[in-house]
């Protein structure tokens, strides 16, 4: 017989959890260094400088409409339906669920969570920063121009940084970000690099963006990778609370397994007969101690199974009395009279 306890899926995985981490011995969390400060600031510099370069609609506005009355997508037609599926490589949904599946393989097999809320806090991020500058800003794709020359700010667009290059960056990004060897560090850097850069300019072939919205979602999703550091204690604090979480998770279930104690239930004393109206009733003292009494369906003496008890016939009749067969044998009966 089997006495352990059945695991579900959810105990399985936190048993796995439990275990030690299967991390390589040099893993190191990236911090936020001196070089990394450095790297951060120029970056905002470089963000703020493209706001303020298409607000004044300066060169940079008048270079995004000769790319845009250049028309790449009809220049080199023959790419063009490569790229369309290229450029999924920096929409959020295909390639969340796929860095999210990588991930989650590694916090399988390392014994941790914290790859996958690394990437949930990266996402969230790009989401606000992101999608605030986009409302903020309402600039209007090449597509819906109204006026040649001008910047299209504040009309109620949603282009301006660029989502899909923003994206790509963190995406593809917080693989070198999660890597466990400096090595592999630099190799997935230079990758992510490549397809955020690629990706970014197949918008501006594709007359999605303008060159400046690029630019700007190139800054906006480097930003985001470069202020994870600041988040890490953050992210420890939320591991813990699950964790704490799952441990009072435990404690209730291990709680409801044992069965209460029941509470022994009192005994209970024979039914009094009833007392006639004409007869006095006497009380007893309360607390006073009342002598044991048999138990009512015991018979007094040996008591003999039923197949060695000898059956006993009833004397007498088993009809019982009635009152006109009594009168008619009393009364004697009367003489025929003759003829």
Do not use: C
Request: hydrophobic fraction near 45%; glycine fraction near 8%; charge should be positive.
């Amino acid at each position: 017989m089997r006495t352990e306890r059945n695991l579900t899926r959810l105990d399985r995985v936190f048993a796995r959890l439990d275990r030690e981490p299967e991390r390589p011995a040099g893993l190191d969390v990236p911090r936020m260094s001196r070089h990394r400060i450095v790297l951060f600031s120029a970056t905002l510099a470089f963000y703020l400088a493209i706001v303020v370069a298409v607000l004044a609609t300066s060169w940079l506005v008048r270079f995004d409409w000769q790319v845009m009355f250049f028309r790449p997508y009809q220049q080199w037609p023959e790419i063009h339906a490569f790229l369309d599926y290229w450029v999924v490589l920096g929409q959020r949904g295909p390639t969340a669920v796929m860095v999210a599946a990588w991930l989650g393989w590694r916090s399988w097999r390392q014994h941790t969570i914290r790859p996958l809320l690394t990437f949930g806090a990266a996402l969230l991020l790009l989401n606000v920063t992101v999608g605030a500058a986009k409302i903020g800003m309402g600039r209007l794709g090449p597509h819906y121009a109204t006026t040649i020359g001008a910047n299209e700010m504040w009309l109620g667009g949603d282009i301006f940084p660029s989502g899909h290059t923003a994206n790509a960056v963190v995406t593809w990004g917080i693989l070198a970000y999660m890597a466990s060897t400096p090595r592999t560090r630099r190799y997935l850097s230079a990758l992510s690099a490549v397809v955020s850069l690629s990706v970014g300019l197949t918008t501006v072939y594709l007359g999605t963006h303008w060159l400046s919205d690029v630019f700007l979602g190139w800054a906006a999703g480097l930003l985001v990778l470069l202020a994870l550091p600041w988040v890490e204690p953050l992210l420890t604090w939320v591991e813990g609370w699950i964790f704490s979480l799952r441990d009072l998770w435990r404690d209730r279930r291990a709680g409801a397994g044992v069965p209460a104690p029941v509470a022994p239930v009192p005994a209970m004393s024979p039914r009094p007969a009833a007392v006639p109206a004409d007869e006095p009733q006497v009380r007893e003292p309360v607390g006073a101690a009342r002598p044991a009494r048999a138990p009512a369906y015991l018979a007094p003496g040996p008591h003999t199974p039923r197949s060695e008890r000898s059956p006993v016939t009833p004397a007498g009749s088993r009809r019982p009395p009635h009152s006109e067969r009594a009168s008619r044998a009393a009364t004697p009966a009367r003489p025929v009279a003759g003829g």
